[in-house]
């Protein structure tokens, strides 16, 4: 009986995962890796802790609803808990369905990966880099770096994106499919700290703060979130504007101007803020934001609010400034120029084609017998499992019909 043949490039989320599974469908697999070991940004995930899925998922978690809606459906989070625990993982789901190996060890993930690589007889090499990829007739060969070759009936392409690069994804899959003839969407980094135009930065680094925040494209609030924000010389970051980053640096990369607005006050409305102030009108007015708003920003929203001098007492203030330092109190705005680069982000934005893979399968339309996952694909999620669990429900797509023999003899004859 014929064992069919299935390369894997790329030994990270997606690559072995879809191992595993083409291995237990009877599969001779082979990963060919190009660090010294597998799995190394996985070993970086959930700062350490690796966020593996988001009991939540669902599709409009993601860039490309129409394409992962058959892999979430199939390969749901649960099933990756179920997965995971077959191999040793107890699940810990902690608020917003963030869900954690109970070791808390992102390390446990690729440990377990690799006792049931080893007990599947995948043959994992490490320290090889592909280079290309040849279509023959009716098989591929796979090129490394270093001039050896591999065979087989079919390829799994599971190089990732170019977030992180130094873990090993360094975008160099685009140039792979692009050999193989197909396009690539705009690639660019999504889920990132973005950079702000502002004088104040200097002085608010460092700040950090649970704070609503929201993106601003021509006077209209796209997204909101509530969480930390953190101020650095650059810019602004936290999970807040890590979920903000796709979406401003789509409108930025499209020459669109877009704002970062800050809501300092949440628990109190404009009203109440006034009589805070009609309270205060023998303060100085930076005195008398002590106590409502973190003191970092106190001097920045002042000189904001084209108030000259700090010290200037609440009941001096024109009612314009006044009401303007209330109205900066509810809606500050920094205007996005650009984000931190690949090295800085989370996930790619951008990548091959979806009209080019089969969302049932994931093989390519162009090629077939190649199969395509992961972040290398033109699909990222939110921050908080989301992208993982993309890597595992394609990952998953790829192993099973990449093994599947029938299919295979049919395209023999
Ligand atoms: C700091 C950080 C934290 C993150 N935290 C989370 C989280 O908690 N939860 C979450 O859901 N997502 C998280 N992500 C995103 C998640 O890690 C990725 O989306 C996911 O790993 C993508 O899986 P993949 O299989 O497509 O690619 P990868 O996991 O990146 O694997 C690709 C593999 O291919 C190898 N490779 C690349 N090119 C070649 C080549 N030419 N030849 C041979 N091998 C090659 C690479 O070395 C790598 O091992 C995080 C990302 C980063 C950077």
Same mark, same amino acid.
């Given at each position: 009986?014929?064992?069919?043949?299935?390369?894997?490039?790329?030994?990270?989320?997606?690559?072995?995962?879809?191992?595993?599974?083409?291995?237990?469908?009877?599969?001779?697999?082979?990963?060919?890796?190009?660090?010294?070991?597998?799995?190394?940004?996985?070993?970086?995930?959930?700062?350490?802790?690796?966020?593996?899925?988001?009991?939540?998922?669902?599709?409009?978690?993601?860039?490309?609803?129409?394409?992962?809606?058959?892999?979430?459906?199939?390969?749901?989070?649960?099933?990756?808990?179920?997965?995971?625990?077959?191999?040793?993982?107890? +699940? $810990?789901?902690?608020?917003? %369905?963030?869900? #954690?190996? =109970?070791? &808390?060890?992102?390390?446990?993930? !690729?440990?377990?990966?690799?006792?049931?690589?080893?007990?599947?007889?995948?043959?994992?090499?490490?320290?090889?880099?592909?280079?290309?990829?040849?279509?023959?007739?009716?098989?591929?060969?796979?090129?490394?770096?270093?001039?050896?070759?591999?065979?087989?009936?079919?390829?799994?392409?599971?190089?990732?994106?170019?977030?992180? +690069? $130094?873990?090993?994804?360094? %975008?160099?899959? #685009?140039? =792979?499919? &692009?050999?193989?003839?197909?396009? !690539?969407?705009?690639?660019?980094?999504?889920?990132?700290?973005?950079?702000?135009?502002?004088?104040?930065?200097?002085?608010?680094?460092?700040?950090?703060?649970?704070?609503?925040?929201?993106?601003?494209?021509?006077?209209?609030?796209?997204?909101?979130?509530?969480?930390?924000?953190?101020?650095?010389?650059?810019?602004?970051?936290? +999970?807040?504007?890590?979920?903000?980053?796709?979406?401003?640096?789509?409108?930025?990369?499209?020459?669109?101007?877009?704002?970062?607005?800050?809501?300092?006050?949440?628990?109190?409305?404009?009203?109440?803020?006034?009589?805070?102030?009609?309270?205060?009108?023998?303060?100085?007015?930076?005195?008398?934001?002590?106590?409502?708003?973190?003191?970092?920003?106190?001097?920045?929203?002042?000189?904001?609010?084209?108030?000259?001098?700090?010290?200037?007492?609440?009941?001096?203030?024109?009612?314009?400034?006044?009401?303007?330092?209330?109205?900066?109190?509810?809606?500050?705005?920094?205007?996005?120029?650009?984000?931190?680069?690949?090295?800085?982000?989370?996930?790619?934005?951008?990548?091959?084609?979806?009209?080019?893979?089969?969302?049932?399968?994931?093989?390519?339309?162009?090629?077939?017998?190649?199969?395509?996952?992961?972040?290398?694909?033109?699909?990222?999620?939110?921050?908080?499992?989301?992208?993982?669990?993309?890597?595992?429900?394609?990952?998953?797509?790829?192993?099973?019909?990449?093994?599947?023999?029938?299919?295979?003899?049919?395209?023999?004859?």
């Amino acid at each position: 009986m014929k064992k069919l043949k299935v390369i894997v490039i790329g030994g990270g989320a997606s690559g072995m995962l879809s191992a595993c599974v083409a291995a237990q469908n009877g599969a001779n697999v082979t990963i060919l890796e190009r660090n010294n070991r597998v799995g190394k940004k996985i070993l970086a995930t959930g700062n350490g802790r690796c966020n593996y899925t988001n009991t939540t998922a669902n599709v409009t978690d993601y860039n490309n609803q129409e394409f992962v809606s058959y892999g979430l459906s199939v390969f749901t989070p649960s099933r990756t808990m179920d997965f995971f625990k077959e191999l040793g993982i107890e +699940p $810990k789901v902690e608020k917003e %369905g963030k869900a #954690y190996p =109970l070791s &808390e060890q992102a390390s446990s993930i !690729i440990d377990v990966f690799l006792y049931e690589l080893n007990r599947l007889n995948v043959n994992i090499v490490t320290e090889a880099k592909v280079i290309s990829v040849i279509r023959r007739k009716s098989s591929f060969t796979v090129y490394l770096e270093d001039g050896t070759s591999f065979d087989g009936d079919k390829v799994i392409l599971a190089t990732g994106g170019k977030a992180m +690069p $130094k873990s090993g994804s360094d %975008g160099s899959g #685009y140039q =792979l499919a &692009e050999d193989l003839k197909h396009n !690539i969407t705009k690639v660019f980094p999504a889920l990132v700290k973005l950079k702000l135009d502002s004088p104040y930065l200097k002085h608010l680094q460092g700040i950090k703060m649970p704070t609503r925040v929201s993106l601003v494209h021509k006077g209209e609030t796209l997204q909101t979130e509530e969480g930390d924000v953190l101020f650095g010389n650059y810019g602004i970051s936290g +999970p807040t504007i890590l979920q903000l980053s796709r979406q401003a640096m789509n409108l930025y990369n499209k020459g669109e101007k877009v704002y970062i607005k800050l809501q300092l006050v949440q628990q109190l409305n404009k009203k109440e803020v006034a009589e805070r102030f009609s309270n205060s009108k023998e303060k100085a007015v930076d005195f008398s934001l002590v106590g409502l708003i973190n003191k970092r920003y106190i001097s920045a929203i002042i000189k904001e609010a084209k108030i000259e001098k700090q010290n200037t007492l609440v009941k001096d203030l024109s009612t314009k400034q006044l009401e303007k330092l209330i109205d900066l109190l509810f809606d500050w705005r920094f205007l996005v120029t650009g984000s931190k680069s690949f090295n800085d982000a989370q996930v790619t934005a951008g990548g091959v084609s979806t009209k080019e893979i089969n969302e049932q399968t994931m093989e390519s339309k162009i090629v077939k017998g190649l199969f395509i996952t992961g972040e290398l694909q033109d699909i990222d999620g939110r921050c908080g499992g989301y992208n993982l669990q993309w890597a595992w429900s394609s990952g998953y797509l790829a192993g099973v019909n990449a093994s599947r023999l029938e299919q295979w003899l049919e395209s023999q004859m």
